[in-house]
């Protein structure tokens, strides 16, 4: 059970994560949508990036804010309807700015050990289930120039590395669970369709 001070820490954390994500809202150039499951675009794997200018750096700029805005540390192309291989990641959710990741046609090179933890995604929201997930992962990818470059990620920075990896090849968090647990949650969204709650 979580101390006085761990709740009071979780609680500020929310609120200043919202407030960050409100005033995104408000300067943002351009927000993009998240779209949801069962949308086709999140079962596809996204077209490798070939052309390096100021448009793919303005996109990246508005994934970050779609992210910032949707108050998630990730998010892939894909998840706003561009089938590409671009990913953003910030685990510090606009605290620290060297946490910023930006991945073009990333590849996990390496990975080692294991890690049981809890995930959640912009695209099932609400939907929470433990992942196995490799502890650490070395990836390599291009940045928005085309340069290659070499992220290593362990924790909570691994896992988002694998989830959003996954997700440029139409994979998601929930394809990792036992085929009665994914059932069961793919029969929950139905519900929640049919209510008009999702
Ligand atoms: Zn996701």
């Given at each position: ?57 303005q996109f990246v700029e508005e994934m970050f804010d ?133």
């Amino acid at each position: 059970m979580p101390t006085e001070t761990q709740t009071d820490t979780a609680e500020a954390k929310r609120a200043a994560r919202k407030a960050t994500s409100e005033a995104v809202r408000k300067s943002a150039k351009k927000l993009h949508e998240v779209v949801k499951y069962p949308d086709p675009i999140l079962m596809k794997k996204g077209e490798l990036v070939t052309e390096f200018n100021d448009e793919l750096a303005q996109f990246v700029e508005e994934m970050f804010d779609s992210m910032y805005a949707a108050q998630g540390i990730g998010l892939a192309a894909p998840q706003i309807a561009v089938s590409k291989q671009i990913t953003v990641i910030d685990i510090s959710f606009n605290e620290r700015p060297e946490d910023k990741l930006v991945l073009i046609n990333p590849v996990i090179l390496e990975r080692e050990g294991t890690l049981y933890e809890e995930e959640g995604c912009l695209s099932l929201p609400d939907i929470n289930e433990k992942v196995k997930r490799a502890g650490w992962v070395k990836v390599r990818a291009q940045d928005v120039k085309g340069e290659f470059f070499e992220v290593e990620g362990e924790e909570l920075l691994a896992r988002a590395l694998q989830h959003e990896i996954d997700h440029l090849h139409g994979v998601l968090f929930i394809d990792h669970l036992s085929r009665l647990k994914r059932d069961l949650i793919i029969r929950r969204i139905k519900k929640l369709q049919r209510n008009g709650d999702w």
